[in-house]
């Protein structure tokens, strides 16, 4: 997996983010209304990019909002996002948007995360999943891929737990490829650890009864299938981010909602809400 060249300035920094675009020096230039000599040098140090450049390269290289700070400190300029917690009332009129989302789609399950899976909202949809969960699986900071991968957590429950596993291994490995996140590498190396939890008949990672293979619908996208309650529920994801973020934390704020796949799926939530 690519990490981005550590330097001592913002030329390394800014070579290894379009080494990872596999964008060349001339594309860029054209991209960004300038000149391939001028970005050759702005890599090499021979010249100090403005900050305007800086933000400006950086926007047309997709660089996440986070480490576009961290470009602007290699250059010498001050940081231009800010990084506000979840909690500040600055973000009061945020928080009670994604409330009312989340209530406004139950049953259905739905939960926000940041950029470390950590949990910082979620519905009773979500909660009604976690029937039986150990109590030290859902002690703050409750991490969703550790809640979904752990084999004392939702993993048992999985029918197609390696297809679904392998789904979210990957939505892992694509954020580490994104940003240069300490935490988020050691998150991944920690779930993709975990053993696959023995299943009931004794087959730790073979299909069971209503696993996909066997699965009576045909589905559009890969389904999360969970039992619950003796019943095999079955959910397609959808997540969303923010539009043109200008803050750190929202930038790294995902809201990831379940659709049901079937109409038993449907007919079991709304069973429970009523």
């Not at 699986?137 to 084999?151: E, K, Q, Y």
Request: no cysteine; aromatic share 6%; charged share 25%.
């Amino acid at each position: 997996m690519t990490t981005v060249a550590l330097g001592t300035g913002v030329g390394p920094l800014l070579r290894g983010w379009r080494e990872r675009r596999r964008v060349s020096q001339l594309e860029l230039a054209l991209r960004a209304d300038s000149s391939a000599r001028h970005i050759s040098f702005v890599e090499t140090g021979r010249s100090r990019p403005s900050e305007e450049m800086v933000l400006r390269l950086a926007e047309h290289l997709d660089v996440p909002v986070r480490e576009r700070n961290a470009l602007l400190l290699a250059a010498g300029y001050a940081p231009r996002y800010a990084e506000t917690p979840v909690d500040d009332p600055a973000l009061g009129a945020l928080r009670e948007g994604i409330e009312q989302l989340l209530k406004g789609y139950e049953p259905y399950p739905a939960l926000v995360v940041d950029g470390s899976y950590t949990v910082v909202a979620a519905n009773s949809g979500i909660t009604m999943l976690l029937d039986d969960v150990p109590a030290h699986l859902l002690a703050p900071p409750l991490n969703a891929m550790r809640l979904t991968l752990h084999p004392e957590g939702l993993a048992p429950r999985i029918r197609n737990l390696p297809e679904w596993r392998g789904h979210l291994l990957e939505q892992m490995e694509r954020q580490i490829a994104l940003a240069r996140s300490p935490a988020l590498r050691r998150l991944y190396d920690e779930v993709a650890a975990y053993p696959l939890p023995e299943r009931a008949d004794g087959d730790p990672d073979g299909p069971g009864p209503g696993d996909a293979a066997t699965a009576p619908h045909p589905y559009f996208a890969l389904p999360l299938r969970i039992e619950h309650r003796g019943r095999v529920l079955s959910f397609v994801s959808s997540i969303s981010t923010f539009n043109t973020p200008l803050d750190v934390t929202v930038a790294e704020l995902a809201i990831e909602t379940f659709l049901p796949a079937d109409a038993e799926t449907v007919e079991h939530l709304r069973s429970l809400s009523g």
